[in-house]
């Protein structure tokens, strides 16, 4: 079955750009119905949903982020990525990639959740 | 902003029945989707498009919508449901799910 893995540095400077890969595994991430998303959880805190994007590269970003973040898509190494650049305390979480199910058709889109997660990785903002 | 209103805790004892409860203006228009994360774990889908529940998930999880507010029902509850619960859906512009609320922890006693 597919299998997502996250991976990046768990260090990153205030200032800075945080970088994170989302590796897939057991499947294509070409496969149409599927976006592809990084969610975000504060130590001891909720989800929060950074953004998300298709293999054909549209993206979606959550507004409060949008301004910095920037999700892209390498279909021959199966893998999508995160950047999150200009980065403060606030950002230190453990980082999510996750697969969601999904489609447009006919000028509607249709959502069915997120149903593959990675397991998440720490992300420490701290000099 | 868009928010999602969950309690912060609901208590119940084995056997019997958790209802966690989400509100939000947009909600009688958009679907809901439910995830229960377990401590050190990422979530799981446990409930889509409002009332859907995913292959996998036990029959005892269900969740209804009514006006503002949808709710998850974990019917028998047992200890291994102790988790946090989180409700997602989208907000009036779109469609696409992007907002979380707050969490719920169930406690089992």
Same mark, same amino acid.
Not at chain 1, 61 to 86: A, C, E, G, H, M
Not at chain 2, 52 to 74: C, D, K, M, N, Y
């Given at each position: 079955?597919?299998?997502?893995?996250?991976?990046?540095?768990?260090?990153?400077?205030?200032? &800075?750009?945080?970088?994170?890969?989302?590796?897939?595994?057991?499947?294509?991430?070409?496969?149409?119905?599927?976006?592809? *998303?990084?969610?975000?959880?504060?130590?001891?805190?909720?989800?929060?949903?950074?953004?998300?994007?298709?293999?054909?590269? +549209?993206?979606?970003?959550?507004?409060?982020?949008?301004?910095?973040?920037?999700?892209?898509?390498?279909?021959?190494?199966?893998?999508?990525?995160?950047?999150?650049? *200009?980065?403060?305390?606030?950002?230190?979480?453990?980082?999510?990639?996750?697969?969601?199910?999904?489609?447009?058709?006919?000028?509607?889109?249709?959502?069915?959740?997120?149903?593959?997660?990675? &397991?998440?990785?720490?992300?420490?903002?701290? +000099? | 902003?868009?928010?999602?209103?969950?309690?912060?805790?609901?208590?119940?004892?084995?056997? &019997?029945?958790?209802?966690?409860?989400?509100?939000?203006?947009?909600?009688?228009?958009?679907?809901?989707?439910?995830?229960? &994360?377990?401590?050190?774990?990422?979530?799981?889908?446990?409930?889509?498009?409002?009332?859907?529940?995913?292959?996998?998930?036990?029959?005892?999880? *269900?969740?209804?919508? +009514?006006?503002?507010?949808?709710?998850?029902?974990?019917?028998?509850?047992?200890?291994?449901?102790?988790?946090?619960?989180?409700?997602?859906?989208?907000?009036?512009?779109?469609?696409?799910?992007?907002?979380?609320?707050?969490?719920?922890?169930?406690?089992?006693?």
């Amino acid at each position: 079955q597919v299998q997502l893995q996250e991976s990046g540095p768990g260090l990153v400077k205030p200032s &800075q750009t945080l970088s994170l890969t989302c590796t897939v595994s057991g499947g294509s991430i070409s496969s149409g119905g599927y976006y592809w *998303s990084w969610i975000r959880q504060h130590p001891g805190k909720g989800l929060e949903w950074i953004g998300y994007i298709y293999y054909s590269g +549209s993206t979606y970003y959550n507004p409060s982020l949008k301004s910095r973040v920037t999700i892209s898509v390498d279909t021959s190494k199966n893998q999508f990525s995160l950047k999150l650049s *200009s980065v403060t305390a606030a950002d230190t979480a453990v980082y999510y990639c996750a697969r969601g199910v999904g489609y447009c058709s006919g000028g509607s889109c249709y959502y069915y959740g997120m149903d593959v997660w990675g &397991q998440g990785t720490t992300v420490t903002v701290s +000099s | 902003s868009y928010e999602l209103t969950q309690p912060p805790s609901v208590s119940v004892s084995p056997g &019997q029945t958790a209802r966690i409860t989400c509100s939000g203006d947009a909600l009688p228009k958009q679907y809901a989707y439910w995830y229960q &994360q377990k401590p050190g774990q990422a979530p799981v889908l446990v409930i889509y498009k409002d009332s859907e529940r995913p292959s996998g998930i036990p029959e005892r999880f *269900s969740g209804s919508s +009514s006006g503002t507010t949808v709710t998850l029902t974990i019917s028998g509850v047992q200890a291994e449901d102790e988790a946090d619960y989180y409700c997602q859906s989208a907000d009036s512009s779109g469609t696409f799910p992007w907002v979380f609320g707050g969490g719920t922890k169930l406690t089992v006693l």
